[in-house]
C-alpha cells in the first residue's frame, strides 16, 4: 500500500469517527425533535470538515454493493450457522445480508418489492 | 458515516439524519424489520429467504483481508482499532465503551438496553416514550426484537412457554423474535417494530446523549 494511500485511509477512518461525535448541523423540519449532537464550534471548523469530505468522496475506495445478486438458502453453502446476518422482511419476503460481506462493502444498496433499502453497519 | 452519490450529501449511520449538504435534515425511515442475529435463527425462521450472493470480483483481494472474513460487531474484540479509541470525544462511564446495547428511539425518549444485561427468560415490558413496548431477546442468536406490543387496540403482554417459545398470555398465540405471530388466535398479525438497532455504547451515547438505560427493577 502506497504511502499517499495509508496515509488517505488514516484521514478517512479518523474523519468517520470525528464525524461520528459531532452532528454539524441540526434543524430542519423533518430533523427529530431531539437533536443532541453537539453543534460545531465554529463555522470555519464545519466548513473545512465538510470540505475534506467532499475530497474523501472524490477518493473512495470503498465499493458499495448494489442491487446484488440473491441465491436460495439452500444454496448458501459458505455461510456458517454462526455467521451473522442482517435479516430484512419488506412485504413477507425476507433477505439475509451477511454481516462480514457488509463489512466489506460498508454499504449494499438494493430494491425489496420496490422499495429501495441502503444496508449499512 | 455516508454519503449519497446523487447529492454527495453526509448521513449518519447509526440514526439515518443526513446533517451535512443539500439534504440537510432529511431523515431515512428504518425499514420494518431489519435485525441483526445468526444465520441459524434467520434461516430456521425464514426458511425461504433470500440471501445476498458472493459477488466473484471481491472474492479474494489479498488488499483487503480477503472476502469474507469471519468477523464482526459481535466478535467479542471491540470492533474500533485501539489507537482510535482516545480519538472518541463524546462518552458516558455509565456502560464500557464496546458494551453491545439495543438503542430505542420512541416519541422523544431514547433508551438503551444492555445486551448483558437482558433478562433470558421475560420480555421485558414497560412505557417508553408514552407507548408500551416490549423487548425481546434470544440469547442463542444474541438478537434483539423491539416492539409495540399493541395490537387490534390493547397492548399484549407476553412470556415465554417452557421450550421458550414467546407467547401472549392472552391468547397463547405463538410469535417469532421478528414480530410476526405464526400460530394461534393472532396469526398474521405483526407487531409494529421500534425504532431501534443493535450498536456499542459509544456509537449510541454519541449519537443520543439524552438516551436512558434499562435497569431490572
Redesign the interface.
Known amino acids: 500500500?502506497g504511502k499517499f494511500t495509508r496515509l488517505l485511509l488514516w484521514v478517512l477512518?479518523?474523519g468517520?469517527?470525528?464525524?461520528?461525535?459531532y452532528?454539524?448541523?441540526?434543524?430542519?423540519?423533518?430533523?427529530?425533535?431531539?437533536a443532541?449532537?453537539?453543534a460545531p464550534t465554529t463555522d470555519e471548523a464545519?466548513i473545512g470538515?465538510?470540505a475534506a469530505?467532499?475530497f474523501l468522496?472524490e477518493h473512495d475506495r470503498f465499493?458499495a454493493?448494489t442491487d446484488?445478486?440473491?441465491?436460495?438458502?439452500a444454496?448458501?453453502t459458505?455461510?456458517?450457522?454462526?455467521?451473522?446476518?442482517?435479516?430484512?422482511?419488506?412485504s413477507g419476503?425476507?433477505?439475509?445480508?451477511?454481516?462480514?460481506?457488509i463489512?466489506?462493502?460498508h454499504?449494499?444498496n438494493d430494491v425489496i418489492e420496490g422499495?429501495p433499502?441502503?444496508?449499512?453497519? | 458515516m455516508l454519503y449519497d452519490h446523487q447529492t454527495r450529501s453526509l448521513w449518519m449511520h447509526i440514526t439515518g439524519e443526513c446533517f451535512e449538504g443539500e439534504l440537510l435534515g432529511k431523515v431515512l425511515r428504518r425499514a420494518d424489520t431489519g435485525r441483526h442475529t445468526t444465520w441459524r435463527d434467520w434461516r430456521q425462521l425464514h426458511p425461504d429467504t433470500a440471501v445476498m450472493a458472493q459477488d466473484p470480483r471481491w472474492l479474494g483481494r489479498p488488499a483487503d483481508r480477503g472476502y469474507f472474513p469471519r468477523e464482526g460487531a459481535r466478535s467479542g474484540d471491540p470492533f474500533v482499532p485501539p489507537q482510535f479509541v482516545p480519538t472518541i470525544q463524546t462518552r458516558d462511564p455509565r456502560l464500557e465503551l464496546h458494551d453491545l446495547v439495543y438503542g430505542v428511539r420512541v416519541g422523544a425518549e431514547r433508551r438503551a438496553y444492555p445486551l448483558r444485561r437482558l433478562p433470558r427468560a421475560t420480555p421485558i415490558e414497560e412505557d417508553v416514550g408514552g407507548v408500551p413496548v416490549t423487548i425481546w431477546f434470544d440469547e442463542a442468536a444474541r438478537s434483539v426484537g423491539a416492539f409495540d406490543r399493541r395490537v387490534r387496540g390493547r397492548a399484549l403482554a407476553f412470556e415465554r412457554d417452557d421450550e421458550g417459545a414467546i407467547r401472549d398470555r392472552d391468547t397463547r398465540s405463538l410469535w417469532i423474535l421478528d414480530g410476526l405471530c405464526v400460530e394461534g388466535a393472532y396469526q398474521g398479525e405483526r407487531l409494529s417494530p421500534l425504532d431501534g438497532l443493535m450498536s456499542e455504547w459509544y456509537g449510541w451515547y454519541a449519537t443520543h446523549t439524552d438516551t436512558t438505560i434499562w435497569q431490572r427493577y
Open positions: 500500500m477512518i479518523l468517520g469517527i470525528a464525524y461520528g461525535g452532528r454539524l448541523n441540526t434543524g430542519g423540519p423533518e430533523a427529530p425533535a431531539s443532541t449532537i453537539p464545519r470538515r465538510f469530505s467532499q468522496i465499493l454493493a446484488p445478486a440473491m441465491v436460495p438458502a444454496e448458501a459458505w455461510l456458517q450457522p454462526s455467521d451473522e446476518v442482517l435479516g430484512v422482511l419488506v419476503r425476507a433477505r439475509a445480508y451477511p454481516v462480514p460481506m463489512s466489506y462493502h454499504v449494499v422499495i433499502i441502503a444496508v449499512t453497519y
